[in-house]
């Protein structure tokens, strides 16, 4: 069976609103949540991503009661991150209607955490966010930071995807600090590494400005999926030309 390449738009969730910023700073309000969930499920997108992005930080827990009124606005799958810490959190996430977890901070440091939603739910649930900044010293040359891109680790980001998919990781989220909101193109080479490393599904994440990119994110980064925020929201590209310039190029989409 053909696999699909996936376009997802993400919803980045500050105090109940979709904001958009740049290397994870300089937010911008976008729109409502539920309203823009609706409004991309109904353009085409194959999957939609809430990520709670001032959780970790905020020390508290996901805003489950939004992501019940996204999940029932859409009829597509939702990935649900930002401030899911136990086992507990994740169950709740499920039960409010995602379709998967995304970790990031918590993964990092609980691994076990992984190996017990990849045993409870099933690894394909489990997507594993890196996000990682450009650092020369490491031997893949990306870092990985946690607690929304905040804090470094001095962990090799390649390395990490590779713990993640031996604790039971289905999917890995890679996202460049570096690239982040500036419309420049993905990070290709962080992408590629990680998904030769792992050989797991990647979603691209971070730099989508123009539709090549998209095209790049797939052809030379790996990539089984495409994420993007700044250029859905702000109405320089619609989820259907994205599809139709990929398809085009012969990498399979759902139209």
Request: charged share 25%; glycine share 8%.
């Amino acid at each position: 069976m053909e696999k699909f390449v996936k376009v997802i738009p993400c919803l980045d969730i500050k105090d109940g609103r979709v904001v958009k910023g740049i290397h994870f700073v300089n937010l911008r309000d976008a729109a409502d949540p539920v309203a823009a969930a609706q409004a991309y499920s109904e353009a085409g997108a194959d999957e939609i991503a809430f990520l709670d992005i001032t959780a970790t930080v905020e020390k508290r827990r996901t805003r489950f009661d939004t992501v019940k009124k996204v999940a029932q606005a859409i009829n597509i799958p939702l990935i649900l991150g930002g401030g899911l810490a136990s086992l507990e959190d994740i169950e709740e996430a499920f039960a409010s209607g995602a379709s998967y977890v995304s970790l990031s901070s918590a993964a990092f440091r609980k691994p076990h955490l992984v190996s017990q939603a990849a045993a409870k739910f099933g690894s394909h649930r489990v997507i594993i966010a890196i996000d990682a900044d450009v650092n020369d010293t490491l031997p893949s040359g990306r870092e990985v930071y946690v607690d929304g891109g905040r804090t470094s680790t001095g962990k090799d980001a390649v390395e990490f995807a590779r713990e993640m998919k031996e604790a039971g990781a289905g999917q890995i989220l890679p996202t460049s600090k570096t690239a982040d909101g500036t419309k420049a193109g993905y990070d290709l080479v962080l992408t590629r590494l990680i998904a030769e490393a792992t050989r797991l599904p990647v979603i691209a994440s971070g730099g989508a400005g123009q539709l090549t990119h998209f095209y790049q994110a797939v052809a030379e980064g790996k990539a089984s999926a495409v994420l993007a925020a700044s250029v859905f929201h702000f109405g320089i590209l619609s989820i259907r030309q994205v599809k139709e310039f990929l398809r085009a190029r012969n990498i399979p989409v759902k139209l």
